[in-house]
């Protein structure tokens, strides 16, 4: 008796121990890992005194594949041809703001190289921790495209190099151009000329809804819909993103987006990206950001084309994304990461990028690096886009832990005017108010 | 005799020890964030607050979420129930092609809920098989529109048409498994004494499966209750429930405060469900009884 107690409580023991174990162990790991960046941190600064090492810390290809192109491709290819050595740091937005802070406060910067996007580079230069790029040596064979050279000057100095891009594009099924209003071509919408209007696409789909009876336009509603809201056909029609919410032009343009709800497939509220229903043949038409799309024109290149989206009243509203490349002030080796940057922003590893990555080149010599196929198709359309003449570029604000409360009013401005039928006008006066109470709590200016 | 009365004394805590291993994995794994997802509801600038509670009752989608996940349960569990028991029953029977229709039967569990979201959005989608198949076949001239928020109903509909698919065979396991344990003896008395089908079904059968329902009834609830995957794969938020709001709050807006309520009201629901069937469904033991 006293012997089959003894060895249940043995097993009880054991069973605690495990657990226990476990649970030790499990916290240990933890630490381990938390600890880790501070131990490379320190590993890598003695390295910048005694040799030629970039830090380069960056929130841009972060994601494991990308992040193996990175370690795999880029890195080696480059130190091939300088023999300097880089560290890939992929870090998040707030780590590498608090780093910086702190780095620049105290004057004991280890960090070379930042990758970060539009609106993290311009919250680093209004704190006065980037370096002015305007005095380095010049970056031969490429020419930026110049509406992102115009974006990395910010308040007159050069805070960053541009260095990969991602927009919103239209996906149009090739099928889709034998039912073309009268009065537009495949050109038109190839170009993206004046006559490509948002009028234009209403016509569209209404004809090929007479024809075939199907709603073969498309958008994912489930998904990045409210960039397409935000981003496109409010610049398109009021000027600015936010500005003019709840404005006239405002209320033409909900007007507008009811009438062309007729036609646009229902199953769009129940979509999250556009890739499948384009593939199903759902849809004919569709908009997305490329990444998203990315999968169709793979898959099957020739049936689709990728176009500049149509233009409003106010010109052809669009949303790009611009990573760049900055040196921070004090920057132990600000020349290698010049020369990393230089690498980089090459034409061939720019075309590299796309292929690995899917964010688009930033140089224009880089598309004729790219093998005809389904990337030329997805790079011409952006490139066309880019280079309209009326074309209305826009960023996505840098709202921080307010981004996702933005888009969500866009989104319910959307579900109550479209979706529920809702005055346009009680609407937008009403989101529009908590539009500006959120832009005035995360203390930036209406774009 | 001392050793007697050691044993007495360490006896008294084996039970404890015992059970101490699982109450500290639950304390740690269930009892901590649970604390934790109070604070983030009712925990706010260093004191209780019902800010964030109001911002989640105010929302649009919080009532229609409350509807909609409440009106999925109430009809997907009695179907299923009704369903599970006829397939049990039927089942239970020997007959040719019996293990068969048993694997048969059984291959839904073996999916998850997303895929089975996924397989079902692409049959039923506008330009999927079953529009094609019915098209082809001459019965409808143009493709029948399931999904988009003007058809909530359908949508609606076909949720509950995949959630039968996918989850009727989990009672059914569970009532089959009870059906099996009734000893034949009550039944062959009962035959001796000229009870038909259904009074054995009525007066045996349904009491002595009691247990089995309750177990399956309660776990089926549970998961009914935080319902999400399949909903989110097939209408998103154009049906919204409970668990979907959760993640939505979460990953979406980052509003964590707002995505614990959710999660904290499924948690109370379900509890509440489970007192509830505990209390109605008490097991029957027919020598007891009587």
Redesign the interface.
């Known amino acids: 008796?006293?012997r089959k107690?003894l060895s249940?409580?043995l097993?009880?023991?054991m069973?605690?121990a495990?657990?226990?174990s476990g649970?030790i162990s499990g916290g240990g790991s933890t630490t381990t890992s938390s600890s880790a960046p501070s131990t490379s941190s320190s590993a890598s600064s003695t390295t910048t005194k005694t040799g030629g090492k970039v830090v380069w810390a960056s929130t841009q290809l972060v994601p494991p594949a990308e992040r193996a192109f990175i370690l795999n491709t880029v890195l080696p290819g480059f130190k091939k041809q300088t023999g300097i050595d880089v560290q890939f740091v992929p870090i998040s937005y707030f780590d590498l703001s608090t780093r910086l802070a702190a780095e620049e406060k105290s004057g004991k910067v280890t960090i070379d190289l930042i990758g970060d996007l539009h609106g993290a580079m311009d919250y680093y230069q209004s704190q006065g921790w980037l370096m002015d790029l305007s005095n380095m040596p010049q970056l031969k064979g490429r020419t930026f495209i110049s509406t992102f050279e115009k974006y990395a000057m910010i308040r007159g100095t050069k805070a960053y190099i541009p260095w990969m891009s991602a927009t919103y594009v239209m996906v149009i099924n090739k099928e889709a151009f034998k039912y073309l209003p009268s009065g537009l071509t495949e050109q038109d919408v190839m170009q993206g000329t004046s006559k490509w209007t948002y009028d234009a696409l209403l016509a569209w789909a209404k004809n090929i809804y007479e024809k075939t009876?199907?709603k073969e336009l498309g958008f994912p509603?489930?998904g990045l819909f409210h960039r397409f809201l935000h981003g496109y056909l409010y610049p398109s029609y009021t000027g600015y993103e936010v500005k003019k919410f709840d404005s006239p032009e405002a209320i033409q343009m909900w007007k507008y987006l009811k009438n062309l709800w007729q036609y646009v497939?229902?199953?769009?509220?129940?979509w999250?990206e556009m890739a499948d229903p384009l593939l199903?043949?759902?849809v004919l038409i569709a908009w997305d950001h490329t990444a998203r799309i990315k999968d169709a024109i793979t898959k099957e290149p020739d049936k689709f084309v990728v176009v500049p989206v149509p233009r409003g009243p106010k010109g052809r509203g669009f949303i790009l994304v611009v990573a760049g490349l900055a040196i921070p002030k004090g920057a132990p080796n600000k020349d290698a990461a010049w020369k990393l940057i230089d690498y980089l922003t090459t034409p061939k590893v720019q075309a590299e990028t796309l292929a690995q990555t899917g964010f688009f080149p930033v140089v224009k010599e880089a598309s004729e690096q790219l093998p005809s196929g389904p990337l030329k198709v997805l790079a011409k359309g952006v490139a066309a886009q880019e280079s309209t003449s009326d074309a209305l570029v826009v960023m996505i604000p840098n709202l921080g832990?307010y981004?996702?409360?933005f888009?969500?009013l866009y989104k319910?401005a959307f579900?109550r005017i479209v979706?529920q039928g809702q005055d346009p006008a009680t609407v937008t006066k009403d989101i529009g108010a908590q539009l500006d109470k959120l832009f005035q709590e995360a203390g930036v200016p209406l774009p | 005799m001392q050793?007697g009365y050691a044993?007495r004394g360490?006896?008294r805590y084996?039970p404890y020890?015992?059970l101490?291993?699982a109450l500290?994995?639950l304390m740690?794994f269930i009892g901590y964030p649970m604390i934790e997802g109070i604070k983030l509801v009712f925990y706010q600038n260093g004191g209780f607050s019902l800010e964030t509670v109001h911002r989640a009752i105010n929302n649009?989608y919080f009532w229609p979420a409350v509807k909609d996940t409440l009106g999925l349960a109430a009809i997907i569990l009695p179907t299923q129930l009704l369903l599970a028991l006829i397939l049990a029953l039927t089942v239970n029977k020997v007959f040719k092609g019996r293990n068969v229709a048993l694997t048969l039967l059984l291959i839904p569990m073996t999916l998850s809920d997303i895929a089975a979201g996924l397989i079902w959005?692409?049959m039923l989608?506008?330009?999927?098989f079953m529009n094609k198949l019915l098209l082809n076949l001459g019965l409808i001239h143009?493709?029948i529109?399931l999904?988009?928020?003007?058809?909530h109903t359908r949508?609606f509909m076909v949720i509950v048409f995949v959630e039968l698919w996918r989850s009727t065979v989990t009672i059914f396991v569970i009532v089959l498994a009870g059906l099996q344990m009734i000893s034949q003896e009550y039944l062959e008395a009962a035959e001796v004494f000229g009870a038909g089908y259904w009074t054995k079904l009525r007066r045996i059968i349904i009491p002595l499966l009691k247990p089995s329902i309750q177990t399956a009834l309660l776990l089926r609830t549970i998961y009914a209750f935080s319902i999400f995957g399949i909903v989110w794969v097939?209408?998103?938020?154009?049906v919204p429930v409970l668990a979907g709001e959760a993640y939505y709050q979460v990953t979406?807006?980052?509003?964590y405060g707002v995505g614990a309520f959710y999660a904290l009201l499924i948690a109370v629901m379900s509890l509440a469900i489970g007192v509830i069937y505990l209390r109605i469904t008490r097991a029957e033991y027919l020598e007891v009884k009587r």
């Open positions: 008796m006293n107690i249940l409580f097993i009880g023991v069973a605690f495990v657990v226990a649970c009876g199907k509603v489930k497939n229902p199953s769009s509220t129940t999250d199903r043949g759902d832990k981004g996702g409360q888009g969500e319910e579900r979706l | 050793g044993n360490l006896s084996v020890l015992l101490a291993p500290i994995y740690i649009y959005y692409s989608s506008p330009s999927g143009a493709p529109q999904f988009g928020y003007q058809f949508e097939l209408v998103g938020r154009d979406q807006i980052k509003d």
